[in-house]
Structure formats: C-alpha cells, structure tokens
C-alpha cells in the first residue's frame, strides 16, 4: 500500500525556517514526479514546488521562489522542502504529492503556522 508520511511541520515566528520531510513507501519512488502542495483555511489547495522523477528540474510558486528549495534523495525515498523566510501568508496544511501518469498518492498532511 503507497504511503506518504510527512514531518517537520510546527509553529515558527516571521522570518523563521522550517523542513519538511515525506518518507514514501511501496511505489518506485525513483520514476514519481515528487511535490509539496498546501491549503490554507478558506482556499483551495495549491502548488508549493515539485522536482521531476530521477532528480529532475525544480518548479516553484512565485510566492516562493527564492524562500523554499525542494530536494530528494532517490536511495532514501523522501523528498523535503527547506523553508527560509516564512511569512504568516505560508500558514497552511503542507501535502507531499507522489504523481506518475494517471497514479496520484498523497500524504496526511503537516501544518505550518507562521505567527509571532
């Protein structure tokens, strides 16, 4: 059965950094297009950043460009997002995102909250 588990979520003041993590099981990690998507109260879910299958390109929402870098380690089966310079406007559930033609799997979900 596809698992996602994702970690490193929490409470961090203006300015602050957060990593995220997802641990994947029971897929071929290596040939998924890996992404972080999030939902903030209210809206609907969005694009975060993803990398390609292998270690492919990287993508990312403008509002993060610059902030948040994605990265995979294929051997280990994660994918985590390093995030710099949180602003309260990051607050939302984070959703690790597994897609690989018509295969879509999703983690539980991790909540970021951005507030002093």
């Known amino acids: 059965q596809v698992q996602l588990v994702e970690s490193g979520g929490g409470l961090v003041q203006p300015g602050g950094s957060l990593r995220l993590s997802c641990a994947a099981s029971a897929f071929i990690f290596s040939n998924y297009r890996m992404g972080w998507y999030r939902q903030a109260p209210g809206k609907e879910r969005e694009l975060v950043a993803d990398i390609s299958s292998g270690d492919g390109p990287t993508n990312y929402a403008d509002s993060v460009k610059g902030r948040f870098t994605i990265s995979r380690d294929n051997a280990k089966r994660t994918v985590d997002l390093q995030m710099d310079s949180l602003r309260p406007e990051d607050t939302a559930i984070y959703y690790c995102?597994?897609?690989?033609?018509?295969?879509?799997?999703w983690g539980q979900g991790t909540q970021v909250t951005v507030s002093s």
């Open positions: 995102n597994a897609r690989r033609r018509q295969n879509d799997h």
